[in-house]
C-alpha cells in the first residue's frame, strides 16, 4: 500500500518536479579546454550511466558523467519503448525507482512483486512501453536531481595512467576530466579498452568454457525451411515463434540457381563455418523505431537519396516464398511492433526487418567518425526497406496499406528529424577478467559469486551473418532460447573489475566479462542498470577505504547494496 502512495505521489508531483529541477538545478557547463576534477568519473551516458552516476553523487562524491553525444540514456531513451525486463522481481534499486517513476507519470504503477505473465508466447520477459522522450526527460531530471556534473558531446581521444591506476580523460575537445574512480558505461567498452584492459570482440568457441550455443552457431527452428504454420491472433504459431521469424530457403544468387551471378545484397560473404568453432562476428545492430499513426504529429517517412529496389530482391524473394506458403502477410512479418502511448509503436526486428547483419562487425573497435557512417548505412538501410514495403507492387497490398499509415513522430528525437539518436549496440567488446560468466552461471550450473544483481532474460542473440549454407541463405548465430528453466541467476562482482595489473580504479558493468552466449542473456537494459549502481557502489567505497577495486570488502558492498533496494539472490533475501 506505501508503495502504490507512492509511486502515485510521484505522478502528481513529477511534472512540478521537472520544472522545479530546471530552477534549482542549472546547467553545468564546462569550458572548452577546461579541467574538470572530481571524485567518481562515468564515461557514458546510457541508462546505467545515469544509473551510476546518480548512485556515486547520491553516496556523496562529486561525479562527471561524460558522454559522446547529446542525449542521457542510451537506447531506453532512443527507441528502446518496449523495454524488456525478464523476471520483475529480480530487478531493483535504482533501476526500480527509475521505471517506477516513469510509468508514473502515465498514472500507472508496476507490480514488482508480481511474476512476468507470459501470455502466449516465450516466457522471456515482460516489457515497459513508454515514450522515449518521457524516458530522455526523467534520465535528465534524476542527474539533475543528484547534482552530478554532465558533459555532453565529449568524446574520449586518450587516457593518462600511472601505472595500474587511470589518472585522467583527455577529450576530443580539449577538456579533460581528472577522477579518483572511473566507471565505464558505454556499449562498447571504450574507455576499458584505452586503458589497456583485455577484451574480446570474438565468439569464444564452445570448447574454450565448456558452452553449447557459443561460436558458430545454426539454431534448427530458424533453419531454412517450407511448410510454416499460420500464426495466431497475436502473431505466434503454437510454441511462441512469431511470424516476424519465418526463414524460408532463398535463392542467395542475383540470377536464380546461378552462382557465378553473385550474391545478392543483404547476403553476407563467407563460408558457414564450423558449428562450435570459435569465430568473429558480434549480434546484428538496428535502430529501434518509434514510429506514429497520428497524422498531426507525424514526419513522412522518406527514403534514402540512393534508394533502389533492387537492393531489396532478397526481401521480395522472402515475400514469394511466404505467399507461397499461404501466409496472409500484414505488417508484423516484417516487424514486431508493439503500442505506446499518444498513438505511437515501438518496432522491433524480424527475418527482414532493421537489423543489417555485418555492419555491426566493425563498430565496437571504430572510432567516432566511423561509427557515424555506420549509423548512416543502417538507418538508410531501414529507410529504404520502409519504402520498399509501403510501395513496391511486390509486396502484398495489406502490407503496404499497414505501412503507409506510420510515421515519425515529430514530437520524439527532435533535433534528428524524427529519427532515432541511438544505433541499438546489442553486442560490443566484452571484457576478459579473471572472472568470467559464463552459460554454465546463466543455466545455473555455476552460480556466480560475490552477486551484485541478478539477470533473468533468456539466451537472445541476433544474427551474426546471413550467409550462403547449402545453397540457401540461413541466419547464423542467431539464438533464441531459455535458460533451462533456471530462473534469475547471479552477476559476480569479479565480472566488473579488470585484471588487478591492467586497471585497479576501473568498473566495467556493461562491456562486462562474460562469453558471448551469456552476455545475450544479461545485456537486457534494465539490468545493466542494476550492474551499474553497484559498480558506482563499489567504487565509492574503494575510494573510501583507499583500496583498488579488486579489493573492495565484499561484505561491506553487499551490505550498501541491500540497504539500497538492490536484488542480490533469488528468491529475494528481502523475501525471507
Known amino acids: 500500500m506505501m508503495q502504490r502512495y507512492f509511486i502515485s505521489l510521484?505522478?502528481?508531483?513529477?511534472?512540478?518536479?521537472?520544472?522545479?529541477?530546471?530552477e534549482t538545478q542549472p546547467a553545468r557547463p564546462v569550458a572548452?579546454?577546461?579541467?574538470?576534477?572530481?571524485?567518481?568519473?562515468?564515461?557514458?551516458?546510457?541508462?546505467?550511466?545515469?544509473?551510476?552516476?546518480?548512485?556515486?553523487?547520491?553516496?556523496?562524491?562529486?561525479?562527471a558523467l561524460v558522454e559522446p553525444g547529446r542525449h542521457l540514456g542510451g537506447m531506453t531513451s532512443g527507441g528502446l519503448s518496449a523495454v524488456d525486463i525478464g523476471e520483475p522481481r529480480s530487478v531493483g534499486g535504482l533501476a526500480r525507482e527509475y521505471f517506477s517513476r516513469l510509468v508514473a507519470s502515465y498514472g500507472k504503477e508496476l507490480a514488482?512483486?508480481?511474476?512476468?505473465?507470459?501470455?502466449?508466447?516465450?516466457?522471456?520477459?515482460?516489457?515497459?512501453?513508454?515514450?522515449?522522450?518521457?524516458?530522455?526527460?526523467?534520465?535528465?531530471?534524476?542527474?539533475?536531481?543528484?547534482?552530478?556534473?554532465?558533459?555532453?558531446?565529449?568524446?574520449?581521444?586518450?587516457?593518462?595512467?600511472?601505472?595500474?591506476?587511470?589518472?585522467?580523460?583527455?577529450?576530443?575537445?580539449?577538456?579533460?576530466?581528472?577522477?579518483?574512480?572511473?566507471?565505464?558505461?558505454?556499449?562498447?567498452?571504450?574507455?576499458?579498452?584505452a586503458a589497456g584492459v583485455s577484451y574480446t570482440v570474438m565468439r569464444e568457441g564452445n570448447a574454450k568454457y565448456g558452452e553449447k550455443y557459443n561460436g558458430i552457431y545454426y539454431d534448427s527452428k530458424y533453419k531454412p525451411r517450407t511448410g510454416h504454420k499460420q500464426p495466431g491472433a497475436n502473431g505466434r504459431v503454437q510454441g511462441g515463434q512469431g511470424a516476424w521469424d519465418r526463414d524460408f530457403p532463398l535463392d542467395p544468387y542475383r540470377v536464380k540457381g546461378d552462382p557465378s551471378s553473385g550474391l545478392l545484397p543483404l547476403v553476407n560473404e563467407g563460408e558457414p563455418g564450423t558449428p562450435g568453432e570459435p569465430a568473429p562476428g558480434i549480434q546484428a545492430y538496428c535502430y529501434r523505431l518509434c514510429l506514429t499513426t497520428d497524422k498531426a504529429n507525424m514526419i513522412p517517412l522518406s527514403p534514402p537519396a540512393d534508394y533502389d529496389p533492387a537492393n531489396y530482391e532478397l526481401v521480395a524473394r522472402f515475400i514469394e516464398?511466404?505467399?507461397?506458403?499461404?501466409?496472409?502477410?500484414?505488417?508484423?512479418?516484417?516487424?514486431?511492433?508493439?503500442?505506446?502511448?499518444?498513438?505511437?509503436?515501438?518496432?522491433?526486428?524480424?527475418?527482414?526487418?532493421?537489423?543489417?547483419?555485418?555492419?555491426?562487425?566493425?563498430?565496437?573497435?571504430a572510432n567516432y567518425s566511423r561509427r557515424r557512417e555506420i549509423a548512416a548505412e543502417i538507418e538508410n538501410f531501414h529507410r529504404g526497406l520502409l519504402h520498399f514495403l509501403?510501395?513496391?507492387?511486390?509486396?502484398?497490398?495489406?502490407?503496404?496499406?499497414?505501412?503507409?499509415?506510420?510515421?515519425?513522430?515529430?514530437?520524439?528525437?527532435?533535433?534528428?528529424?524524427?529519427?532515432?539518436?541511438?544505433?541499438?549496440?546489442?553486442?560490443?567488446?566484452?571484457?576478459?577478467?579473471?572472472?568470467?560468466?559464463?552459460?554454465?552461471?546463466?543455466y545455473g550450473r555455476e552460480i556466480s559469486p560475490k552477486s551484485v544483481g541478478l539477470g533473468s532474460y533468456g539466451t537472445d542473440s541476433h544474427e551474426i551473418r546471413r550467409i550462403v549454407r547449402a545453397g540457401v541463405v540461413t541466419r547464423e548465430g542467431k539464438i533464441a532460447a531459455g535458460r533451462?528453466?533456471?530462473?534469475?541467476?547471479?552477476?559476480?562482482?569479479?565480472?566488473?573489475?579488470?585484471?588487478?595489473?591492467?586497471?585497479?580504479?576501473?568498473?566495467?558493468?556493461?562491456?562486462?566479462?562474460?562469453?558471448h552466449t551469456a552476455f545475450a542473456s544479461i545485456r537486457m537494459e534494465p539490468v545493466l542498470m542494476v550492474t551499474s549502481q553497484s559498480a558506482a557502489t563499489a567504487a565509492c567505497l574503494a575510494m573510501e577505504a583507499e583500496v583498488c577495486v579488486q579489493d573492495v570488502e565484499y561484505g561491506q558492498l553487499q551490505a550498501r547494496l541491500l540497504a539500497d533496494g538492490q536484488i542480490l539472490e533469488w528468491p529475494p533475501q528481502q523475501a525471507k
Open 390 to 442: 509501403a510501395t513496391d507492387p511486390r509486396v502484398p497490398a495489406k502490407v503496404r496499406d499497414e505501412m503507409q499509415r506510420f510515421g515519425l513522430p515529430a514530437d520524439e528525437f527532435t533535433d534528428n528529424g524524427g529519427w532515432p539518436h541511438q544505433v541499438y549496440v546489442r553486442e560490443g567488446r566484452r571484457m576478459t577478467s579473471d572472472f568470467v560468466m559464463t552459460e554454465h552461471h546463466t
Open 32 to 63: 572548452v579546454g577546461a579541467s574538470v576534477e572530481v571524485d567518481v568519473c562515468v564515461y557514458g551516458g546510457t541508462s546505467g550511466g545515469v544509473t551510476a552516476a546518480v548512485q556515486a553523487a547520491r553516496m556523496g562524491t562529486r561525479v
Open 112 to 193: 514488482w512483486d508480481q511474476p512476468f505473465q507470459r501470455k502466449n508466447g516465450p516466457a522471456t520477459g515482460g516489457a515497459y512501453s513508454i515514450e522515449p522522450r518521457v524516458a530522455e526527460q526523467l534520465f535528465d531530471l534524476m542527474a539533475a536531481e543528484a547534482g552530478v556534473i554532465v558533459l555532453r558531446d565529449s568524446q574520449l581521444q586518450s587516457v593518462v595512467k600511472h601505472g595500474p591506476r587511470l589518472v585522467e580523460l583527455q577529450l576530443a575537445d580539449g577538456r579533460k576530466v581528472r577522477a579518483k574512480m572511473f566507471v565505464d558505461t558505454t556499449y562498447e567498452g571504450d574507455l576499458m579498452a
Open 321 to 365: 516464398a511466404c505467399l507461397a506458403n499461404g501466409d496472409d502477410m500484414d505488417l508484423r512479418w516484417f516487424s514486431k511492433h508493439d503500442p505506446l502511448p499518444n498513438n505511437k509503436w515501438d518496432f522491433n526486428t524480424a527475418t527482414f526487418g532493421g537489423n543489417l547483419p555485418g555492419a555491426s562487425w566493425e563498430w565496437p573497435e
Open 10 to 22: 510521484i505522478a502528481l508531483l513529477w511534472p512540478l518536479a521537472v520544472v522545479k529541477a530546471a
Open 484 to 515: 533451462g528453466g533456471f530462473g534469475p541467476y547471479q552477476i559476480g562482482y569479479d565480472a566488473l573489475t579488470p585484471k588487478r595489473q591492467e586497471c585497479e580504479n576501473l568498473l566495467v558493468p556493461f562491456a562486462l566479462s562474460a562469453s
